[in-house]
């Protein structure tokens, strides 16, 4: 057994492979000439005021977290804003639905409600030690957006859907991206429900919503509710908006993130009397691991982060025998995300056999960095005008799954510093007012482009 090293790489299982095909869209030549600000958006406004004071309302629901909000997947508090949101959806006169994966919708009919609704989603659960912005700005403005479209008299073409999407974190519960990706048609509500919880309890995300009542029988995938397009708004998590003095952005695409497990095993042993040459410590490799990631990163232009530890036994006296990370690779190429992704896998083995470890490494999620649909972002761009400027986005999205069903655009809201995950976490009143106003201009857009294109079909 020493010195053996035994290494079983699950790539791709299925269950949260992101993998896209960006190559398509980023050589499109297309123009997309009828995509122009609709006479409707010139008309909206936005009450700034009302959705400052909601995001600030809906923040006290949060675990002890000064001046920020911990509002994990599926606690205590998560069912609080979720039955908030309910009833704020049901006064608006909505047709509400939750499915088995917690997801909420609440859809508004339109003119023709043959077409599939235009919707605007993100998150209203948040990360531990998070901030107020990081998803609930995302869902409370499309909640604004929609009230403005109801006190103003504006009627869509298409009917509108306003998405709270379950664990888009992945903070308590892994994979992240949790019910999108189950709509997205990437994962399925079985393997959402066994999702397993950070904290290495037995708790799952399907048992977690089932006691907060959030299992519903709603659709729960994009063939059994399609919708004609997806845009959320979300705070940039970067500083380019404040470099350049802009309150919002429209965000043509992502960059590409893969996470791993690895598992390295070694052998029990007194943590004393355990002579130093000859040990097999798990926590040793993992250390040694934590070293090289950082190297990775520097090396290769790319962006690298540990997330988790775990390491066993417990107590004072063991030499640790078992050690799980979890980590993920950023990079703005494809090449170099599976370059990086190669290296590591190659330091894995070269520490587990120096420590005499075997491993067990699982690439659990991956996703090639990608564009959004040109004629959604030509909605957003639109919208901003003068305002905005384009951006990339450094992270997944629910938006990064509907984009592989549907025309999916972001709205970027300037970002305090560029602090996200944070209670630091910060974007003013009125450029979350003005994030809002963008978000309902698109939708707007997306509708009267609908409509146009239409026209020349039949015409
Ligand atoms: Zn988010």
Request: with cysteine.
């Amino acid at each position: 057994m020493f010195g053996r090293t035994v290494s079983r790489a699950v790539l791709g299982r299925g269950v949260a492979t992101l993998s896209t095909n960006p190559t398509i869209r980023l050589t499109a030549t297309r123009t997309y000439a009828t995509v122009r600000n609709s006479p409707l958006s010139e008309k909206l406004s936005i009450n700034g005021d009302r959705l400052w004071e909601d995001i600030h309302h809906t923040a006290k629901w949060s675990a002890p977290s000064p001046g920020g909000v911990t509002r994990l997947c599926a606690d205590e508090n998560d069912k609080k804003v979720r039955d908030w949101f309910r009833d704020q959806l049901l006064a608006l006169g909505a047709d509400y639905k939750v499915n088995a994966t917690g997801t909420q919708f609440g859809v508004f009919p339109g003119e023709d409600n043959s077409i599939p609704p235009i919707a605007m989603g993100s998150h209203l659960d948040t990360v531990a030690t998070g901030g107020k912005f990081d998803g609930p700005l995302g869902v409370i403005g499309a909640l604004e957006v929609m009230r403005s479209f109801k006190e103003q008299g504006i009627k869509t073409r298409a009917p509108i859907v306003l998405i709270n999407w379950t664990n888009e974190e992945g903070a308590r519960f892994f994979p992240l991206l949790g019910s999108s990706i189950v709509y997205a048609g990437r994962s399925t509500v079985e393997q959402a429900h066994a999702a397993a919880s950070n904290d290495a309890s037995e708790l799952t995300m399907g048992g977690e919503l089932a006691k907060i009542g959030y299992v519903g029988d709603g659709p729960n995938t994009f063939k059994e509710f399609p919708i004609s397009a997806h845009f959320e708004i979300h705070c940039e998590q970067s500083t380019d908006l404040e470099k350049a003095g802009k309150p919002v952005g429209w965000v043509e695409g992502w960059q590409g993130m893969t996470w791993y497990d690895v598992i390295f095993h070694g052998e029990n042993g007194h943590a004393n009397t355990y002579p130093m040459y000859g040990r097999r410590d798990a926590l040793t490799g993992a250390a040694k691991l934590v070293c090289e990631l950082e190297k990775l990163a520097y090396e290769q232009n790319g962006a690298t982060t540990v997330t988790g530890i775990h390491s066993r036994p417990w107590g004072a006296c063991n030499i640790q025998s078992k050690c799980k990370m979890t980590f993920c690779l950023m990079h703005k190429e494809a090449e170099g995300l599976e370059q990086m992704g190669k290296i590591i896998m190659e330091r894995v083995k070269s520490i587990a056999s120096l420590h005499g470890l075997e491993t067990e490494t699982d690439r659990t999620v991956h996703l090639l960095p990608g564009n959004f649909w040109p004629e959604a972002i030509d909605c957003v761009r639109l919208a901003c005008g003068e305002k905005g400027i384009a951006s990339r986005t450094g992270t997944g999205h629910d938006s990064t799954m509907t984009q592989l069903l549907c025309p999916t655009a972001m709205v970027f809201a300037r970002a305090k510093d560029g602090i996200s995950h944070s209670p630091k976490e910060w974007t003013s009143k009125e450029d979350c007012a003005e994030s809002a106003l963008v978000l309902g201009k698109s939708v707007l857009n997306f509708d009267d482009y609908m409509k146009l294109k239409a026209a020349d079909a039949t015409a």
